[in-house]
């Protein structure tokens, strides 16, 4: 009776060192599983992961436990990173796992720290200021975040795209060169000449995208259109740039049109 007392007495002294089943660390821990999703290792042992250092836990002048191994290596034991991408995102190529993930668990999917668009505007603060306040986001961020036109860990496309959308400000008007967009817009925005409901920028029925974007030297829509948000309607960009210029769009809307005032040309208006 005494010996098995004094057995267990040994055995909580010395489970910090040894012992590191998943209960004795959620007694203190408890609160890094305590979300929605858990992270299967985690859930499982701790000791996956992390293993002591020997020195007694815890403790304010020495780490406990030491990491399995470093970030991002230690990810990659159990997740391959299965094809390189032409173009990875920086965070991805530096190994900054932790910069998107929580290694224990997370209240969304894919154990991300953030949920997302808020994860990826923790980062960007150039694009968090045209999509919050004031400003009007593109509708494709609110319904589906910044992921339904990026990818998150890599791209084959420049700009981590999930598709076709030119660098160039003046490029052949061919619809695969914008495909971007027409994963969710309707072609004839650009493709027919004369429309009555392909578009609201018409002047009358003579489609004004169309006149803007034909021919070997059509616009890109970046030209006159901010794609994450802008405080004009219809995302229409503020200031347009040609060559070292910068120019005030002027745009002005009104119930059957608009009018802008580029610098490209005088001032034009159209009325549907
Ligand atoms: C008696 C409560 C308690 C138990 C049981 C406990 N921890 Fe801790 N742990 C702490 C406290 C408190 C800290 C913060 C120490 C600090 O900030 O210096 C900590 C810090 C840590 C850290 C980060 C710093 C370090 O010392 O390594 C890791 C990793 C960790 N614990 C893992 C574990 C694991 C794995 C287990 C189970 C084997 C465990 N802990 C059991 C209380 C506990
Ligand atoms: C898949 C690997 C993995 C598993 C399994 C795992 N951890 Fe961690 N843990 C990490 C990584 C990586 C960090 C460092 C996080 C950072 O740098 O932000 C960490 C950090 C910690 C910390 C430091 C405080 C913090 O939140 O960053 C504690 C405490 C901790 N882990 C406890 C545990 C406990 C308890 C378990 C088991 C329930 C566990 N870990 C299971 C990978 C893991
Ligand atoms: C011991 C193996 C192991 C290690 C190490 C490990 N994971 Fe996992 N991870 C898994 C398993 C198993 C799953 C669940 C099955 C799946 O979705 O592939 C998973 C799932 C995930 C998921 C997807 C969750 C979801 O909802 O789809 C992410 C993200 C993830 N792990 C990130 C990490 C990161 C970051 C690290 C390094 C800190 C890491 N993992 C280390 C085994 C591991
Ligand atoms: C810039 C943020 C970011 C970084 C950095 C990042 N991830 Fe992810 N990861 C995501 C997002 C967002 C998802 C979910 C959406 C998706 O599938 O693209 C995801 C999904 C995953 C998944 C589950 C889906 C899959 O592809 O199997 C795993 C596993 C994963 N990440 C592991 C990692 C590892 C390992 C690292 C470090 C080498 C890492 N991630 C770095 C944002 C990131
Ligand atoms: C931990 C910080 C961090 C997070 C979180 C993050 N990024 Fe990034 N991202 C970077 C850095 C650093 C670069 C490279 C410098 C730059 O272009 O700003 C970058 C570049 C980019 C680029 C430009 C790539 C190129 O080739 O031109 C895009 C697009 C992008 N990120 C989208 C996202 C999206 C979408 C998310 C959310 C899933 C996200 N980022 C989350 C740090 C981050
Ligand atoms: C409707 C599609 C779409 C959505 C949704 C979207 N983006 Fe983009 N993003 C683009 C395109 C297209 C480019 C390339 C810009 C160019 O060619 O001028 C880009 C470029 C970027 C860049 C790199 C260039 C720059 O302007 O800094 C970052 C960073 C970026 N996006 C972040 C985000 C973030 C963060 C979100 C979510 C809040 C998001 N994007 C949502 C289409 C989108
Ligand atoms: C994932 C779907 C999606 C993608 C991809 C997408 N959009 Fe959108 N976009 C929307 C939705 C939804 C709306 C709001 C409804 C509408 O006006 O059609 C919208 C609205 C717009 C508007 C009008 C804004 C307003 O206030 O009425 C413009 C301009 C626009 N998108 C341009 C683009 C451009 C340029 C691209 C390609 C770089 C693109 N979109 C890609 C979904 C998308
Ligand atoms: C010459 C400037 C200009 C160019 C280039 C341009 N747009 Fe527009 N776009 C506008 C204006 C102005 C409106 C507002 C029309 C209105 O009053 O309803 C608009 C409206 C839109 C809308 C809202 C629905 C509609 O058609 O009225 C979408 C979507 C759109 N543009 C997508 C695009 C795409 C995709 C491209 C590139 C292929 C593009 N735009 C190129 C000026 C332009």
């Known amino acids: 009776m005494i010996q098995l007392l004094i057995i267990d007495f040994l055995i909580i002294l010395t489970l910090p060192y040894g012992g590191s089943t998943k209960t004795d660390c959620l007694s203190c821990h408890g609160d890094l599983l305590e979300k929605e999703m858990m992270h299967y290792p985690a859930e499982d042992d701790c000791s996956t992961c992390h293993e002591s250092t020997g020195a007694s836990h815890p403790s304010t002048d020495s780490a406990g436990f030491r990491l399995m191994d470093k970030v991002p290596a230690l990810c990659l034991y159990c997740h391959e990173e299965t094809q390189q991408k032409t173009h990875p995102h920086q965070p991805v190529a530096e190994g900054n796992c932790m910069g998107c993930h929580d290694p224990h668990a997370s209240s969304g999917s894919s154990l991300l720290s953030l949920p997302e668009p808020d994860l990826c505007l923790s980062c960007h603060k150039r694009i968090s200021r045209l999509v919050q306040g004031k400003m009007k986001a593109h509708s494709a961020i609110e319904g589906g975040g910044c992921m339904s036109c990026h990818q998150s860990h890599g791209s084959d496309m420049r ?21 971007l967009c027409f994963l969710c817009h309707d072609m004839d925005l650009m493709e027919a000449e004369e429309t009555e409901w392909g578009t609201g920028f018409r002047n009358g029925k003579k489609n004004l995208h169309w006149l803007h974007v034909n021919g070997d030297k059509g616009r890109n829509c970046r030209m006159c259109h901010n794609i994450h948000g802008s405080p004009l309607p219809f995302l229409v960009e503020e200031y347009v740039g040609f060559g070292n210029w910068v120019m005030e769009m002027k745009f002005v809307p009104d119930e059957q049109g608009g009018s802008c005032l580029p610098g490209c040309h005088g001032k034009l208006s159209y009325q549907r």
């Open 159 to 179: 700009a981590l795209l999930v598709d076709h959308y030119p660098e160039e400000d003046y490029l052949p008007a061919l619809t695969e060169n914008f495909e």
